[in-house]
């Protein structure tokens, strides 16, 4: 390819240095240009002005620009959040070395620019997952609903991350500082702003102490991998997250704590329905501070692919509580439970009982919509014991809180949640039992088996089942 101006510098600026629009724009232009790598230099913002060189704009093209493959514009993109200075450059070379005919450069893993440009996309990619895992919103006081959180990345990654915690937290009016820049959605919109200090997020606020109350509850001293722990969850973001707090004495107590379970286990002959573990105390702000605790619940890995925590939702002096699985595809869209399919089931058979439906608090075993991919489609995938037991803090802490006098399993993932692992729903369908914190309960048929019943014969045998069963909550 022949070069434009034949050693002139020219000065190529990428404002802000990780916008993959302006990168690609001015690559481009320098690409069709016939500007070799080494004859230009790159900047990040303002400072560009200062290198002087030739206005890359002013160029005039000698080529239309090549068809570029698209993993090399994924990668780039990822790169450019990189905070390494000679990223563009190198970026560039690569660019030029592909459309010079280098088409299957990307597979020399071998290769000092590829393996480079991977390794900074995987520490992009890392820090991005650490934020999104990290991140801890907290209330603004005196603000409705208004959020603030605080975080320092290792790379340029805010503007790639913001989307994610725009859908995921839609219904918020909240704002994440970093020390160079800030994002804002005030529900609507996303904006960019300066970055700030640590100070201009709240201190801790009440939330924290539930999420520590729920972490000590649940942390497991059996599974303690210490090393592991550190990998997934490095000391820097400690500092922001609630819970880190505890992990020292936790960690200490946990020889002790084990040493214990093995005894208790050895000693205590296996019931075949478990005890219900030992409700945690009422916390302070109740039920909605319960709810708001459990938005950033990251228990489990469920949380990751689904939109948003479904918590339980009903009166605070409910009698009865209604518990389920999982929410569905229309109970993760709308933040609610029982409000698709089997819960217009549910409904149906409630109103055909005269129950009230206001009056019952709903919610479910597991509080983060389980699902498949397929197409356009999210397929409903049963939770693993594993979900069940990381979500079990939110259940119990909804039962201390709530006192309900008597409580209703839908299916059998909700009534292992609720009277523990070794029920059998084909054994104690229909039979009121006492809990150990004297709470009566129950259990039934979940209403998307009924809807699962093949035939309409058949499905209507389901039905008049699953609402005799519920007539128990007449006579109670
Ligand atoms: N199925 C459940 O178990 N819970 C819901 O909230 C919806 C469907």
């Known amino acids: ?167 995921r937290f839609a219904g918020m009016r909240w704002a994440i500082v970093t020390p160079y820049r800030s994002a804002l959605w005030d529900g609507r919109t996303l904006a960019f702003a300066p970055g700030g200090m640590r100070a201009d997020a709240p201190a801790e606020d009440a939330r924290e102490a539930l999420w520590r109350t729920y972490y000590a509850n649940i942390f497991n001293p059996a599974r303690l991998n210490t090393t592991m722990m ?26 002790v704590r084990v040493r214990e379970m093995a005894e208790r286990a050895h000693q205590a002959p296996r019931r ?42 009903g009166p605070g002096d409910a009698r009865t509580m209604i518990v ?34 206001g009056s019952l608090y709903l919610t479910n075993a597991v509080k983060h919509f389980r699902f498949e991919p397929r197409g356009k489609r999210r397929l409903h995938r049963r939770p693993d014991v594993a979900h069940v037991e990381a979500c079990n803090g939110w259940l119990r802490a909804e039962i201390a809180q709530l006192r309900p006098a008597r409580i209703v399993c839908l299916g059998a993932t909700a009534a292992r949640a609720v009277f523990g692992p070794g029920v059998r729903l084909t054994e104690e369908r229909g039979l009121w039992r006492t809990r150990d914190d004297g709470v009566r309960a129950f259990a039934t048929v979940h209403p998307s088996w009924v809807l699962r019943q093949g035939d309409p014969a058949a499905q209507a045998q389901a039905y008049a089942g699953f609402v005799d069963d519920l007539r128990l909550l007449t006579a109670a």
Do not use: N
């Open 1 to 167: 390819m022949r070069s434009t101006s034949a050693h002139a510098r020219v000065t190529a600026t990428v404002d802000p240095p990780w916008d993959a629009g302006a990168w690609r724009s001015a690559a481009r232009a320098a690409l069709c240009a016939g500007l070799p790598p080494e004859q230009l230099d790159w900047s990040g913002g303002a400072q560009g002005s200062l290198l002087g060189g030739l206005d890359l704009a002013a160029l005039p093209a000698q080529r239309s620009a090549p068809r570029v493959p698209s993993e090399f514009l994924a990668l780039a993109d990822a790169v450019l959040c990189h905070r390494a200075d000679d990223r563009h450059g190198l970026l560039y070379r690569m660019l030029w070395r592909i459309a010079e005919g280098e088409r299957a450069l990307l597979l020399r893993a071998a290769d000092p620019d590829v393996h480079r440009a991977r390794t900074m996309a995987q520490a992009v990619r890392r820090d991005t997952h650490k934020m999104k895992a990290f991140v801890r919103f907290r209330a603004v006081p005196g603000a409705d609903e208004e959020y603030v959180a605080w975080f320092e990345p290792d790379h340029w990654i805010v503007d790639r991350v913001a989307p994610f915690f725009a859908r």
């Open 230 to 255: 550190r990998a997934e969850m490095p000391q820097k973001y400690w500092k922001h997250l609630p819970e880190t707090a505890l992990l020292p004495a936790l960690v200490r107590e946990a020889g």
């Open 272 to 313: 075949r329905i478990p005890a219900a573990p030992a409700a945690p105390a009422p916390a302070p702000g109740g039920l909605d501070a319960l709810r708001e605790a459990a938005r950033d619940c990251r228990r489990c890995p469920l949380w990751q692919p689904a939109t948003q925590t479904v918590f339980g939702e």
């Open 324 to 357: 389920g699985e999982q929410p569905g595809d229309e109970e993760d869209l709308s933040g609610r439970p029982f409000v698709g399919p089997a819960g217009r089931l549910f409904s149906r058979a409630l109103d055909e009982l005269g129950i009230d439906r």
